[in-house]
């Protein structure tokens, strides 16, 4: 997911694809993820760009799922500081850095998370059926960040089919 946050912001493909498989981690990715990793810089269209921008929302989440963000509130927008949470592609690290940062959070503080997110998008979605706006919350970020969360309390389940109804 770093590596796609990368290319969001203009790295190119088949730099990210050599470090992700550098990182033993290609089997990880999904179908749409391949398919950017496939594409020179140029070819990577607006829309699949809009799409990966996203995806720090749910990086945002994670790294409070694995402790090392504690700064996670619902109303604030990600931290200027997550990129100093991963690893740096352009310094070629790997993920031993990471890792030694993790002290993933127990179970029953993760599933109140995504109790909490879940209330929430219904509620934007409902406000957003019914013609009306929330100032302070973005039907977005909050549907992202619930995704990650769903995504880490269901096993087994591919990115790409995270159940996000409401």
Do not use: C
């Amino acid at each position: 997911m770093a590596g796609m946050v990368y290319i969001a912001h203009q790295a190119p493909p088949s730099i990210i694809k050599g470090w992700i498989e550098e990182q033993d981690l290609f089997q990880y990715i999904t179908e749409f993820e391949k398919g950017i990793l496939e594409k020179s810089e140029i070819d990577v269209t607006p829309t699949e760009i809009m799409r990966l921008k996203w995806y720090v929302e749910s990086l945002w989440a994670l790294v409070w799922v694995l402790g090392i963000n504690n700064n996670f509130r619902i109303d604030e927008p990600v931290g200027d500081n997550l990129i100093q949470m991963i690893p740096d592609v352009k310094k070629k690290q790997d993920f031993s850095t990471l890792e030694a940062q993790t002290l993933t959070r127990n179970y029953k503080e993760i599933y109140e998370q995504v109790d909490l997110y879940y209330r929430l998008h219904w509620y934007l979605v409902d406000a957003r059926l019914n013609g009306k706006k929330h100032n302070k919350l973005d039907e977005g970020t909050i549907m992202e960040r619930r995704k990650a969360l769903e995504w880490v309390v269901t096993p087994g389940e591919e990115w790409e089919k995270i159940d996000l109804s409401t």
